[in-house]
């Protein structure tokens, strides 16, 4: 009995339980159902209001704006969007400036301004009356900085006149005509870019006007301004075909015409010194040896040339020095030059001045003159020279001993004392009134020695070698010994014999 009513109470206990864990889950179920449903109502009800307003705006657009005006546009009884058609159009960029050949879109100025208006008027209400004006300030600093960069492209400095030629034959020189330049007038064009735009009239062509800019040097001017900035004279030999060689070379470049910023060439002047252009052979070394080459000499053209660029006041772009000091020039101041029709060591320069300059050449008997025509590249009363010194002497070389039977037996003469090889820098030298005013490094040259030449006779004439075998043979009694003391005779002299007494 007992048992069966403890199993009582726990079935009861049990179904509380139970019950209660039902209760709870329905009243946890109605919370969430709740709660979800007061977050749609929510959504709802924001997504209506979005509604409402997007509406409202979309009625507001679509109204007719009451008093609406950007400069001389009047936009009244224009819808928004209506306002925006019509500001595209009438407003459209296309403002030219030409200069009769070349036409140039200006930057667009407007666009920007325009954006930030149709915004105040699509946001401001319809019946609030509007008034808008362009930003002329800031369009007039637009304008300004594109007539800047018009005029780097459009201005024009003046042409001035200068040699064009130079005929050997008559010695006449032409001159080109000079040209005016322009600048532009970049005031007159912005207050013509700014007065279109007061007029909104953004597809106007505004023509450029330019003045004048007269050239630094007329055609009369030059003929009196050029003369002769740079000349030196060298004395040639009497040797016929060096001569002619240097006359050929002289009458390459006579006459040529170099132009601002253009690079002389000797050898391009001249070309190959060949036979066939009438080139001669004479003296001219040849990897330190002396030999007989056709255009022989004109080293000393080259040379010649050289102290004049430096004296006009150009720089070399290229100058060589010989492997044996050249005796028309001081040493350190030659310029030798080679070519084999494709390269070799050249004579060089620049054209640095602001006109072109004509070469003058001439060799009248041994006189070489070469000078340079040309408008003063120097300050007035400045000139220049070279200065060279030695550095250095080389170690002399073996004396060279030649033999020669017409000297007297056992004697030497110096036929040639021979030269010191050595080191030499040159310097450019620039005076005025007589005074260093500057002086600076311009190349160093090394040469060559040469070895003292001396003649001497080892070796008995043969008629001296006669007479002493008959005298000899006369104070002897026994003819065989008279035979011994001629052989004897004959091989006087150390290694010679009478084969080789000439």
């Given at each position: 009995m007992d048992k069966n009513r403890a199993r009582r109470i726990r079935e009861r206990r049990n179904r509380k339980i139970v019950y209660g864990l039902l209760l709870l889950a329905a009243l946890l179920t109605v919370g969430i159902l709740y709660s979800l449903a007061r977050s749609i109502r929510s959504k709802d009800s924001d997504s209506?209001?979005?509604?409402?307003?997007?509406?409202?705006?979309?009625?507001?657009?679509?109204?007719?704006?009451?008093?609406?005006?950007?400069?001389?546009?009047?936009?009244?009884?224009?819808?928004?969007?209506?306002?925006?058609?019509?500001?595209?159009?009438?407003?459209?960029?296309?403002?030219?400036?030409?200069?009769?050949?070349?036409?140039?879109?200006?930057?667009?100025s407007i666009s920007g301004q325009l954006e930030k208006?149709?915004?105040?008027?699509?946001?401001?209400?319809?019946?609030?009356?509007?008034?808008?004006?362009?930003?002329?300030?800031?369009?007039?600093?637009?304008?300004?900085?594109?007539?800047?960069?018009?005029?780097?492209?459009?201005?024009?400095?003046?042409?001035?006149?200068?040699?064009?030629?130079?005929?050997?034959?008559?010695?006449?020189?032409?001159?080109?005509?000079?040209?005016?330049?322009?600048?532009?007038?970049?005031?007159?064009?912005?207050?013509?870019?700014?007065?279109?735009?007061?007029?909104?009239?953004?597809?106007?062509?505004?023509?450029?006007?330019?003045?004048?800019?007269?050239?630094e040097r007329t055609?009369?001017?030059?003929?009196?301004?050029?003369?002769?900035?740079?000349?030196?004279?060298?004395?040639?030999?009497?040797?016929?075909?060096?001569?002619?060689?240097?006359?050929?070379?002289?009458?390459?470049?006579?006459?040529?015409?170099?132009?601002?910023?253009?690079?002389?060439?000797?050898?391009?002047?001249?070309?190959?010194?060949?036979?066939?252009?009438?080139?001669?052979?004479?003296?001219?070394?040849?990897?330190?040896?002396?030999?007989?080459?056709?255009?022989?000499?004109?080293?000393?053209?080259?040379?010649?040339?050289?102290?004049?660029?430096?004296e006009s006041g150009f720089k070399t772009t290229e100058r060589n020095s010989h492997s044996f000091a050249p005796s028309y020039v001081e040493k350190g101041q030659d310029a030798m030059v080679s070519f084999d029709g494709y390269a070799g060591p050249d004579l060089k320069f620049v054209n640095t001045g602001n006109a072109s300059v004509v070469l003058r050449a001439s060799l009248e008997g041994t006189t070489l003159k070469i000078s340079i025509v040309g408008i003063p590249v120097l300050e007035d009363g400045v000139k220049v020279t070279i200065r060279s010194e030695k550095v250095k002497d080389l170690n002399p070389l073996p004396v060279t001993y030649e033999e020669n039977t017409a000297l007297p037996f056992g004697t030497e003469k110096v036929v040639d004392k021979g030269t010191l090889g050595g080191y030499y820098k040159s310097y450019r030298v620039l005076t005025k009134?007589?005074?260093?005013?500057?002086?600076?490094?311009?190349?160093?040259?090394?040469?060559?020695?040469?070895?003292?030449?001396?003649?001497?006779?080892?070796?008995?004439?043969?008629?001296?070698?006669?007479?002493?075998?008959?005298?000899?043979?006369e104070s002897s009694l026994a003819p065989a010994e008279d035979q011994s003391e001629t052989h004897e005779a004959e091989n006087v002299g150390p290694g010679v014999t009478g084969a080789n007494v000439q």
């Open positions: 209506s209001q979005l509604v409402t307003d997007s509406k409202d705006r979309e009625t507001a657009s679509e109204k007719a704006l009451v008093s609406a005006r950007i400069g001389q546009t009047n936009l009244s009884g224009l819808t928004v969007k209506e306002a925006k058609d019509t500001m595209e159009e009438r407003y459209q960029w296309g403002m030219t400036v030409t200069d009769g050949t070349d036409s140039v879109v200006i930057d667009d208006i149709l915004k105040q008027l699509s946001e401001a209400p319809p019946d609030q009356p509007q008034d808008y004006q362009l930003d002329y300030d800031s369009m007039k600093e637009a304008f300004k900085k594109q007539a800047e960069t018009l005029a780097k492209r459009w201005n024009k400095d003046g042409v001035n006149s200068e040699v064009e030629s130079f005929d050997p034959k008559t010695g006449a020189y032409s001159y080109t005509k000079e040209q005016n330049g322009r600048v532009l007038d970049q005031e007159k064009l912005v207050t013509q870019l700014l007065a279109a735009a007061k007029e909104e009239n953004f597809q106007a062509e505004i023509p450029a006007e330019f003045t004048l800019k007269a050239p055609q009369v001017q030059a003929k009196e301004q050029y003369k002769v900035i740079g000349t030196f004279t060298t004395k040639t030999t009497t040797n016929k075909n060096r001569n002619q060689n240097i006359s050929l070379a002289v009458g390459a470049i006579n006459g040529l015409v170099l132009k601002p910023g253009e690079e002389f060439s000797f050898n391009n002047a001249t070309g190959n010194r060949t036979s066939e252009k009438g080139y001669q052979p004479a003296g001219a070394y040849r990897n330190g040896v002396l030999i007989e080459e056709p255009g022989g000499g004109v080293c000393q053209v080259s040379t010649t040339l050289y102290h004049a660029i430096i009134g007589g005074t260093v005013i500057k002086e600076e490094p311009l190349h160093n040259s090394s040469y060559k020695g040469k070895p003292e030449v001396i003649q001497r006779n080892t070796t008995l004439k043969p008629e001296e070698t006669v007479q002493e075998t008959h005298t000899e043979a």
